[in-house]
DNA sequence: CTTTTGGCGCAACTCGATTGCAAAGATTAT
DNA sequence: ATAATCTTTGCAATCGAGTTGCGCCAAAAG
């Protein structure tokens, strides 16, 4: 496991206590996070901080976002090595119940044939329906 | 082909003027429609009008909608005999240049075995990439 | 020490989605 | 045919996630 510095570093995102703190929480979490959830989780901290934490995370691959449907984007940390290409696809699960969202790393995602001269630059793969938890 | 009239009538939505037109026009655009495209054909008619009508016909299955992280909800006519379940799954393509968004029905979707105990409901498969127009 | 750069907090704004309410239309019961 | 009822529509207002402008502060560079 790297610790928080490391990642930050290879990723060549520069350290700050905000973003420390956003890095530990979304590790944390087994779920992907909204910017609502990591707003109320660091009740202290500027909502717009926040945001533009993830921006930053995000366009240097620490994270990758996950439209899941529910209105709000989602926020997971790259698998290590991922770099959001189209190779680095997984399928991810939204639980229609309890609002959470899970990556399925270990699913893997077909290679779809798309039509004659069509190109794939990213996907986006939510499976809808009830967690474990859920599922009683 | 069936007529709008048979549509309607069919997935027990009663047919009005507003309800015509709007799925008039979803038939007879190959790419997924939003809210403000429609809005900007039907000049004359009224926001919310046409967005009851769309959730109206999403609730009767008339129509299904697609989030194809473009931020705005996309609504396609569903294949005859589609009954939403992730038995009549397609992906759908969003072209990053153009913004369109294509339902590629030929293209069919893997089984995907999820976790223990969790269960599909719905999905929403979005690839993204250059469309055929786009890709030169 | 001074200048420059990057990060943060606050407040305001954008825009798609959604809702309350009353008027208009259609349907059913009397 | 008329009254009562339900549905649909139009308008205006609201909500909420996402985003941005700006000034302040602190760290890094000169």
Redo the contacts between chains.
Sequence with gaps: MQTIEEILKIKKVNNTAIRTVVLRHLLSQEKAQSLKDIENVLVHTDRSSIFRTLKTFEKNKVIHSI???SGMLKYAVCAKGCNCDPKDLH?H?YC?NCNKTFC?F??PV?N?????????????????????NC?K
Aim: net charge negative; with cysteine.
């Design positions: 439209e899941d449907g399928y699960f229609n399925l270990d699913i077909q779809i044939e798309l039509p004659d001269n069509f190109k794939i630059q990213q996907a986006n793969m939510v499976v809808k329906g009830l967690c474990n599922n």
